[in-house]
């Protein structure tokens, strides 16, 4: 593969990344409020403002991990789908926790992407490692997002 190729593969999965953020996002914006604040949260919430950084620095980590993937030769089509599955249940979170408000979903969805992402490392593994080792944050990530969702679900 070519180095314009090469670029151009790795802004489509930036590009497709944030796609799902911004779908995400969208759903958020409209529906977060009045509800959110008027829900009861842990006492180990985070501020809002933490939210996108953490996110945009996820994202890009999840981004590069799947593109080096798809530039190396003994990549497997398996992946990359499991890859773009685990994006679609990412994004459609946001749906059903701002937009529907159905916290225990939510819940279960993050479950969901939890398992897939502990796969999607185990796959990448012997195909990169530094894709294996870029993915663990956002692991570490949804393990958080699971705690506290868990929480909002039974103080709620």
Request: proline share 6%; no cysteine; glycine share 4%.
């Amino acid at each position: 593969m070519t180095l314009p190729k090469k670029i151009i593969s790795l802004l489509v999965f930036v590009t497709l990344a944030f796609g799902a953020s911004a779908w995400g996002g969208l759903v958020t914006s409209l529906s977060k409020e009045p509800w959110y604040s008027t829900i009861i949260k842990p006492t180990f919430n985070p501020p809002d403002w933490i939210f996108a950084p953490v996110w945009i620095i996820l994202y890009l980590a999840m981004s590069v991990a799947i593109w080096l993937i798809w530039i190396n030769p003994n990549r497997s089509e398996k992946v990359i789908y499991i890859y773009f599955i685990h994006l679609f249940i990412n994004g459609s979170w946001s749906l059903f926790f701002f937009g529907l408000h159905l916290i225990l979903v939510s819940l279960i969805i993050i479950a969901v992407i939890i398992f897939l992402v502990s796969w999607l490392i185990k796959l990448y593994y012997p195909i990169n490692k530094l894709s294996s080792f870029l993915m663990i944050p956002y692991l570490m990530w949804l393990s958080y997002a699971f705690v506290l969702n868990f929480y909002i679900f039974t103080l709620n």
